[in-house]
């Protein structure tokens, strides 16, 4: 293996200068973006919205909720006086839930506690419901101009190539944001994250990096070593285990009953059908009131793989606190894509 390369430091002005002069060329444009030497200063609502709803999550699939949530609480204060009901129906198939109940507390914590103004420094941002490293340093950089940091998965890749990093993730990560460090500029902060990130999404792609019309090709040293596409290395993980559990179907008179998940753990506070606890062990055996539709969703979590099986249970009495909801509006539900899945399921077999 060839050894670890160093930028020497005389490229790192280079570096921030040709990617900010592609980035004034090709920023892609994006609901929540202001765009290179634009007179607006961004909202860092707008910014700390879209941070938060972009962790682990694409830009194609935030856009509408971003919209969305925009076009219904247009501003902090307005959000901060939703209820969380309506905040985690929006959220609703976005994932990670739990990113939409810190969402709502922080907005909370911005309105009452900060008179609706967001903390402009990193360290300051940090302390907020839901933000860690990278959101803070993200917001800090795009929001307020400061000189941030700022590593997502786009920019942990463009800079492995950059130094062409030999160590695999996630062991690396520290020493590839101290390399990140050392090519962030001074001015231009939040320009220079948003390009890494533009790179890296669409020009320094994981599977085939475009050297070629990348701007900063002369400076890399993965392409230089013919390495590129092999770079960032990661550690093999294991495969997922595989978890299954029931889905309780209760339909009367055209409703089917929902429930709250509870607060915490997976799907926490969202709407969704009764039913068992997922485990990795034997499926629970029915009770004599509920009858195997046959039918069963599959499902990818970060953690596990979960297989829910379908049961129709008739005349039932109702499983705990929830509601009933008419069949024919689950979409207006505020399911999440795990429960939409049983949804259309039954729906098809009706
Ligand atoms: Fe990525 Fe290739 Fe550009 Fe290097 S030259 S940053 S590998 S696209």
Not at 243 to 248: I, N, R, V, Y
Not at 313 to 327: H, S
């Amino acid at each position: 293996m060839p050894p670890a390369q160093k930028h020497p430091d005389k490229n790192a002005p280079i570096i921030s200068k040709l990617l900010l002069g592609w980035y004034d060329r090709n920023a892609r444009e994006l609901p929540w973006r202001i765009g290179p030497h634009s007179a607006i200063e961004p909202d860092p609502y707008h910014v700390w919205l879209s941070e938060i709803m972009l962790q682990q999550t694409t830009v194609a699939a935030v856009k509408p909720y971003f919209t969305n949530f925009l076009g219904r609480w247009p501003t902090v204060q307005t959000l901060a006086r939703a209820s969380n009901e309506d905040v985690m129906a929006a959220w609703a198939g976005l994932g990670y839930y739990a990113r939409a109940r810190n969402l709502h507390r922080c907005a909370i914590y911005v309105t009452n506690e900060l008179g609706g103004e967001f903390p402009r420094t990193e360290s300051e941002l940090l302390k907020l419901p839901g933000v860690g490293a990278y959101t803070a340093a993200a917001i800090a950089a795009i929001a307020f101009g400061e000189r941030a940091v700022v590593v997502d998965a786009n920019v942990e890749r463009v800079v492995a190539r950059l130094f062409a990093v030999e160590a695999p993730l996630p062991s690396a990560k520290k020493a590839i944001t101290k390399l990140a460090d050392t090519i962030t500029p001074e001015t231009r902060a939040g320009d220079f994250a948003q390009a890494m990130m533009d790179l890296g999404a669409t020009v320094c792609t994981s599977k085939s990096p475009q050297c070629l019309i990348c701007p900063l090709t002369e400076t890399c040293a993965a392409r230089k070593l013919g390495i590129a596409s092999d770079l960032p290395r990661k550690v093999l993980t294991k495969s997922k285990p595989q978890k299954q559990g029931w889905a309780w179907w209760i339909e009367q008179g055209g409703n089917v009953f929902l429930v709250r998940r509870p607060d915490k753990g997976m799907l926490g506070g969202m709407a969704a059908f009764p039913g068992s606890e997922w485990s990795g062990d034997a499926l629970p055996r029915l009770g004599k009131e509920a009858v195997d539709t046959g039918s069963y969703v599959q499902h990818s979590f970060t953690h596990f793989d979960l297989k829910l099986h379908i049961a129709r249970v008739e005349g039932a009495a109702e499983v705990g606190d929830g509601w009933w909801f008419p069949v024919a509006n689950l979409d207006e539900a505020g399911l999440p894509t795990l429960f939409k899945k049983v949804a259309n399921e039954m729906k098809n077999k009706a």
